[in-house]
């Protein structure tokens, strides 16, 4: 008889609900991180009194009723609603593209002045079969929006020119014909009065967690401790890389603190000039807010990941989608590891989507061993 259930490599919220619920079922579980803190990319690091999204703004939203009752039985969540600006060529605008960013940029005050404009455009501007990044966004949505407000941050984003990325990566270019600066069309949104960490905490109560520990450094005595393991990490460094490195997109995120109570009056500013090698500035008050006497930004720089990065975006071409298809298969001939979460299945996935994918694998798991 081993001693656990179930080892749980990665404390984000993959790990953390899938822990929470088979501990409800009566399963020993044990979580281990490699980080110094619970949380995973969630993680909110408390400065002062403000809470720092230490590994990039994360706003909750969600259509799924389910998972907006599952949150707020750990959390209380604020009315906070995203309503990111950008700032191009010395200008603010509304995001995302709303009758508000219309007046901005041409003065036109009814749906169909508007209407008028970008159909006119995507007339002039637009092709047929658009072979790259910036013909799509051209047929899209015309030449004022795309070059004022897409086309420097995309290239800032991916480090190629937009004449060089492929048309996949914009499917579709949402405009509202109504004055409604909400970036989500989701029912629920908000943040968790208490940042994140107060999720984390109520999921992982009662339930036992070491931090600093990583899986790698002690594969072998770790792995014989649980019946199963939960696997949260990379795909390809739980199989040392055989089939090479799946490839991601990396952030570098510089803090600032400042002397003065609000910065940019806004959660959310996008700088979309390249002069500015930053995506974005972060004042993380603005989130629950905050009255603090300072403040706390946070710029956050598109990078080239290499493995001494934290890996935060994949790179969806045909490479990569190649190898993680052989890594998979691997994956699905090991019947005593369960990989999941957004590293695992090399996928961005919303905390709602991780969640509902957790509780998933949880349920999966419990019919199975009903049936045994
Ligand atoms: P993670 O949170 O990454 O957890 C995996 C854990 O495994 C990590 O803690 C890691 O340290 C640990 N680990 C890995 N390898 C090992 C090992 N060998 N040994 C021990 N531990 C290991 N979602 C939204 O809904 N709204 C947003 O606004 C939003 N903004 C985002 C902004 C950015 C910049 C990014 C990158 C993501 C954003 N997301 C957002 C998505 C959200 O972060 C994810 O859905 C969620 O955090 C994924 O949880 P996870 O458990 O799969 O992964």
Redesign the pocket.
Known sequence: EKKYDYLI???????SVFAHEMTKLGKKCFV????SHLG???YCENNEGINVHK???????TNDKKIWDYVNQFATFNNYINSPLSLSKGKLYNLPFNMNTFYQLWGTKTPEEAKAVIDAQIEKYGVKSPKNLEEQALSLIGKDIYETLIKEYTEKQWGKKASELPAFIIKRLPVRYTYNNNYFNDVYQGIPIGGYNTIINGLLEGIETKTN????SERESLSSIADKIVY???ID?FFDYKYGALEYRS?RFENQWHEMQNYQGNAVVNYNDSEYKFTRIIEHKHFEFGTQKNTIITKEYPENWDKSKEA??PINNDVNQQKFKQYKEDALALKNVIFG???AEYRY????Q?IASSLKKVEEMHKKNLTI
Not at 213 to 216: G, N
């Open positions: 490599v990665g404390a984000g919220l993959f790990g281990i991180d490699k980080r995973g990319n969630v590994y990039g703004a994360h706003i909750f939203h520990v990583d899986f790698f949260t990490g990379k460094e952030l935060y975006y979460g957004r590293l996935y919303d905390m709602h991780i």
